[in-house]
């Protein structure tokens, strides 16, 4: 079965720094992209970006200046988010999505499969 | 950016009755509209994609319309298990991947 399973919650101050892991059973990688969304207590759903499974190729939502960095890892089938600078405001779910792959670059698909989501509190 | 508008922002409604959700899009996306559903503490959950497809293993009676800007999202026969939140998204111009603010649907 397909699935994604993220990594654990996670509490932080301002300032520091969070990675969570998204880690991808069932298909293959490489024919996929993984989407990082975010969503603020409350609120709706942000996409932050994503990673191509294929190439490795990021592509980051604006408006964080460069506080986000997208990784993967191919030999664990693992793609990571980690967010430098933590603000309160960056206190969100965050959850990774699957996009299917046309060839090697990201097409029109929708997002058919989702992690269960890190809950991430920025607090002092 | 593309923005993605759903209305109405929230609805009740009773078992058995039939909704319709609207979204519109700032341009045109073509057929390239998904619709999801958010249960608290799930993540979302694809229902509807490229505006009118079911995904596999989601009930008839859910149903997506439209085409160009206007799209809508249908639920008949409502069931207890389909209040809950719903979400458009656009998938046509990316990125950024957009959507909508989106629908709650609780029971009257």
């Known amino acids: 079965q397909v699935q994604l399973v993220q990594s654990g919650s996670e509490l932080k101050k301002p300032g520091a720094s969070v990675k969570i892991s998204c880690k991808a059973s069932g298909d293959i990688f490489s024919r996929y992209a993984i989407n990082w969304v975010r969503q603020a207590p409350g609120q709706g759903l942000e996409w932050l970006g994503w990673i191509n499974g294929n190439t490795g190729r990021l592509t980051h939502a604006q408006g964080f200046g460069g506080r986000l960095d997208l990784s993967l890892d191919t030999s664990v089938s693992t793609a990571y988010l980690q967010i430098n600078s933590l603000k309160a405001e960056d206190t969100a779910v965050y959850y990774c999505a699957r996009v299917r792959l046309v060839g090697i670059l990201v097409g029109d698909d929708p997002f058919d499969v989702w992690g269960q989501g890190t809950l991430v509190t920025v607090s002092s | 950016d593309i923005q993605m508008t759903q209305s109405p922002s929230s609805l009740s409604a009773s078992v058995g009755d039939r909704v319709t959700i609207t979204c519109r899009a700032s341009?045109?996306?073509?057929?390239?509209l998904n619709w999801y559903q958010q249960k608290p503490g799930n993540a979302p959950k694809l229902l509807i994609y490229a505006a009118s497809s079911l995904q596999s293993g989601v009930p008839s009676r859910f149903s997506g319309g439209g085409s160009g800007t206007d799209f809508t999202l249908t639920i008949s026969n409502l069931q207890p298990e389909d209040f809950a939140t719903y979400y458009c998204q656009q998938s046509y111009s990316v990125p950024p991947y957009t959507f909508g603010q989106g629908t709650k649907l609780d029971i009257k």
């Open positions: 341009q045109s996306i073509d057929i390239y």
